[in-house]
């Protein structure tokens, strides 16, 4: 008897002595598995699995391995909030993002302020997304309609002055964004002479893009602004080639992504031009080493080059690690104050996270698809785009006299 409770008591101090593993710190990713976008929102996922499995093995965040749950917004933003709301509800989450649809993300953004839970869009273009949507829990990583419209038009205004354009634009608040900033930027504000029509979104037919098409070739016009993503894009310059268009007329895609341009395939878009804050070639054009790493062991885990969505969803992950190591805790509102300003160097050269829009500022480029031989020496055929110019971020973002003028005509404070 007197054996079995030495044996009892010798057990329960060597369990009380055990380490005991640390709570795995949960983020949840918001993306469209299903619909028009479901392949950049799968590039988000390849490159937050890799950033998490990186972590992990060095330590992960504080001693606690990170643990990704996912969700599928199916591009819809109700289903962007409902899911944003169980993640955080259910999972019990500490931070969320997400989105490739801007109306996606500023849903889900949303319900994660109203559950005190950090919001990062991985993916969101529309200004209103740290514009007149724009909260303190919201901080977009990529850049925006504006940047976009800026860099695109320092090359527009040289390469195309006096053209006739043509906007075909995503009836959302993505498309009203991007056509609203490139015609400012590019001095095409007349619709007269400078027509444009609508797609209908989120379920346009490809009748749709063929009526559109067919009224830019009676138009005349010498640039064609596509102002289309994902399949949508994908499916309408397809119907653009057939019809003769892309020899015709100047095609640009103001946000143009790896991942489109192969589903398009390279002979179809070669000489398309379009606007990003990054590109896997970026890293070796100007040398920067950490960019590297990500493109290698990216192209190596997965036998394709990352996207700008990748990079972005990579990007947040690590941002977040560093916050939390900053400040030594996951409550939302330290956070958000060690985010704001903060500054660093990652995949490219310095960016920063702006304090009064949480938009973060950093160099965006005007890229151009390389002929198919070229695109196809690469190891894994997706040498698709030359960098033809670039624009430092804080002389593409919007000023904060320009910011406060848009949240004034939505009726918003002029602080987040």
Aim: net charge neutral; aromatic share 10%; charged share 25%.
């Amino acid at each position: 008897m007197l054996c079995k409770k030495l044996l009892l008591s010798f057990s329960l101090t060597l369990l009380a002595a055990m380490p005991v593993a640390a709570e795995a710190l949960k983020i949840g990713l918001n993306y469209p598995q299903t619909g028009r976008y479901k392949d950049q929102g799968l590039q988000q996922r390849l490159g937050a699995f890799l950033a998490v499995d990186e972590i992990n093995k060095a330590g992960g965040i504080m001693g606690r391995d990170v643990e990704l749950v996912i969700r599928n917004t199916s591009g819809e933003p109700d289903k962007g909030a409902q899911n944003t709301a169980e993640l955080i509800d259910s999972e019990g989450v500490q931070m969320l993002f997400g989105g490739v649809s801007s109306a996606v993300a500023i849903a889900s953004g949303k319900a994660a302020r109203d559950r005190n839970r950090l919001y990062f869009g991985t993916l969101t273009y529309s200004n209103a997304t740290t514009g007149a949507a724009g909260h303190s829990h919201m901080f977009r990583e990529p850049y925006n309609a504006w940047m976009t419209a800026k860099v695109l038009s320092q090359y527009l205004n040289t390469q195309h002055a006096g053209d006739e354009y043509f906007y075909i634009a995503a009836d959302y608040t993505w498309g009203w964004s991007v056509e609203k900033s490139v015609r400012k930027f590019t001095n095409t504000e007349n619709t007269e002479a400078h027509k444009g029509v609508k797609t209908p979104f989120p379920r346009a037919l490809i009748t749709d893009f063929r009526q559109a098409l067919e009224q830019a070739e009676q138009s005349g016009a010498k640039v064609l602004m596509m102002v289309l993503f994902g399949d949508d894009m994908v499916r309408a310059l397809n119907v653009a080639y057939e019809m003769g268009l892309t020899k015709k007329m100047q095609v640009v895609v103001p946000n143009l992504t790896l991942g489109m341009a192969r589903q398009v395939g390279p002979t179809i878009m070669e000489g398309v031009i379009g606007g990003s804050p990054w590109v896997w070639s970026v890293p070796y054009q100007y040398n920067y080493a950490r960019g590297k790493e990500f493109v290698e062991a990216f192209s190596s885990r997965y036998e394709m080059r990352p996207s700008t969505a990748a990079a972005s969803a990579y990007s947040i992950v690590y941002q977040y690690k560093e916050a939390v190591e900053r400040t030594g805790t996951t409550d939302t509102r330290q956070l958000i104050r060690a985010l704001d300003g903060h500054r660093y160097t990652f995949l490219k050269d310095e960016q920063y996270w702006r304090d009064f829009d949480h938009q973060n500022i950093q160099t965006v480029y005007v890229v151009k698809v390389k002929p198919r031989n070229q695109i196809m020496e690469d190891e894994y055929s997706a040498d698709y785009f030359e960098i033809i110019d670039s624009m430092p971020g804080d002389e593409a973002a919007q000023t904060r006299e320009e910011w406060e003028a848009r949240r004034k005509e939505a009726g918003q404070p002029l602080t987040l």
